[in-house]
């Protein structure tokens, strides 16, 4: 290890606007626009928004500020609005994900760069360079602490790495120097959690836990604002991130190609609301149902093969097989694999048929089990075998990668229409200016002149 928190402050604090390439500051646009969607019907549907807004109440949390919830009418001070966007935006289950490291880039960093952005008044490309920059940090920790090794600690890196991530797009919109950009990576190294035991029964700890990241990396480059100083070399140091929350590090991940090599154009996005582990197997079993014309009374056997970690998060038959909650049926490969096969389509509102007896039936001739041909000598761990056994025999399709990946990433047309789906709704028409806004957020002096938008 070698000063990888000093490499990844000074990148933070010299990255400019004009540095960025503009297929990146192009992608960084998409990326926060859908994760805003899920944000805005997250703060209307979500069956855990009621307990967050309570619980601001009761704390008296809710007082007057300035700042953008997304879905919501009022303004909020800014560690509150960076929770509350972060908690909504990851609720549905619906926001992009980094393959290589497993995590979720938006849900921590948008909500901090907003945030801070309308705090002190910053442009629209000032946001978008915050942006890119929490999303070159995270993704890379996320590398750098290797998911699977991660997972089997127990820990969830969008909230672990995106701490740090969020830190970063407020430490850059703070303009911090690079000494106090280590001290908020510092505090940050505090601040890191998030645990996997929400699996056991579909807690609502994954939400908050994501948004408690984007808050916790404001109030880590707020302290550093203001002089606090923070532990020094939290990433590489003898009790740092990389040595406490895996047992596989790889450091030189962390700072490979900074500058360079881009980890923002490797973000995909979610065709499915649900964990990214079940969508190559929807993807097949949706055109396996097409192409062979098939209806749940023909199926007599379904097998899944997934890498480990999806085994981990999706595939406890045990646990997962009949889940009753939406957590539970956002990380249940036999729920969401049953639905796919039923209707040949998936979408938020089919959580409503949890619990359907004929959902139940066919989730039961689903096995899922570990397949090692989507492990070994592979970068991605969110591929999937799926084998169909009818009476007329077994059809069977190896996809390597989901939709959505950088390699099979939707048009802007595409990814409009689902910002559209799930902002209508809440916003009604400015939905769509808002949609027209954050794709040309550079133009805006400040960045409230487009968030705004946002509010209902």
């Known amino acids: 290890m070698a000063h990888e928190t000093a490499t990844l402050a000074a990148y933070v604090a010299d990255l400019k606007f004009s540095d960025i390439p503009p297929q990146v500051l192009e992608r ?45 009418s009022k303004t909020w001070t800014p560690a509150v609005a960076a929770l509350l966007n972060g908690a909504l935006g990851h609720s549905l289950d619906f926001d992009d994900t980094h393959a290589d490291s497993s995590l979720h880039p938006s849900a921590p960093v948008v909500p901090a760069a907003f945030a801070v952005g309308e705090m002190v008044g910053a442009s629209g490309r000032d946001v978008l360079t ?51 950009i280590v001290s908020a990576f510092g505090v940050s190294g505090s601040q890191a959690a998030g645990s996997l035991q929400f699996l056991v029964n579909g807690a609502w700890n994954k939400r908050y836990q994501v948004g408690a990241a984007a808050m916790n990396g404001v109030i880590a480059a707020t302290l550093a604002r203001n002089d606090f100083i923070g ?13 406490g929350y895996t047992d596989d590090a790889h450091p ?96 938020w ?46 059809h069977e399709r190896l996809y390597a990668d989901p939709s959505g990946e950088p390699t099979s990433f939707p048009d802007a047309k595409a990814m409009q229409q689902k910002f559209l789906t799930l902002a209508r709704p809440v916003l009604d028409k400015r939905a769509d200016q808002l949609a027209d806004a954050i794709l040309t957020l550079e133009r805006f002096d400040r960045v409230e002149q487009a968030t705004q938008l946002g509010r209902q």
């Open 231 to 243: 532990s020094s070399d939290s990433v590489e140091g003898k009790h740092g991130l990389l040595v």
């Open 130 to 180: 915050a942006i890119v920059a929490g999303y070159e940090v995270c993704c890379r920790l996320g590398n750098a602490l290797d998911p699977t090794s991660h997972y089997a600690r127990g820990f969830h890196p969008t909230a672990t790495a995106g701490t740090y991530g969020a830190a970063a797009a407020a430490a850059k919109l703070f303009g911090l120097s690079k000494e106090q």
């Open 28 to 72: 960084a646009k998409v990326l926060t626009l859908d994760f805003l969607g899920s944000t805005i019907r997250a703060r209307r549907d979500a069956e855990s928004t009621p307990s967050l807004m309570k619980m601001l109440e009761a704390l008296a949390l809710d007082g007057k500020g300035e700042a953008t919830v997304f879905g919501d």
């Open 252 to 347: 030189d991940k962390a700072v490979a190609g900074l500058g360079s090599t881009y980890e923002t154009l490797k973000i995909g996005v979610k065709p499915y609301p649900s964990c990214r582990y079940t969508h190559a197997a929807i993807d097949a079993l949706i055109a396996m149902r097409r192409e062979h014309n098939l209806t749940p009374d023909q199926i007599r056997k379904v097998e899944i093969g997934l890498h480990r970690n999806g085994i981990t998060l999706t595939g406890d038959a045990a646990t997962k097989r009949h889940p009753t909650s939406v957590v539970g049926g956002q990380f249940s490969m036999f729920f969401t694999g049953a639905i796919a096969l039923d209707q040949g389509h998936f979408g």
């Open 349 to 394: 509102d089919d959580y409503d048929r949890l619990g359907d007896k004929a959902i139940d039936a066919l989730a039961d001739k689903f096995d899922v089990v570990q397949d090692d041909r989507l492990e070994v000598g592979r970068t991605h761990p969110f591929g999937a075998r799926v084998s169909i056994t009818t009476d007329d025999g077994t």
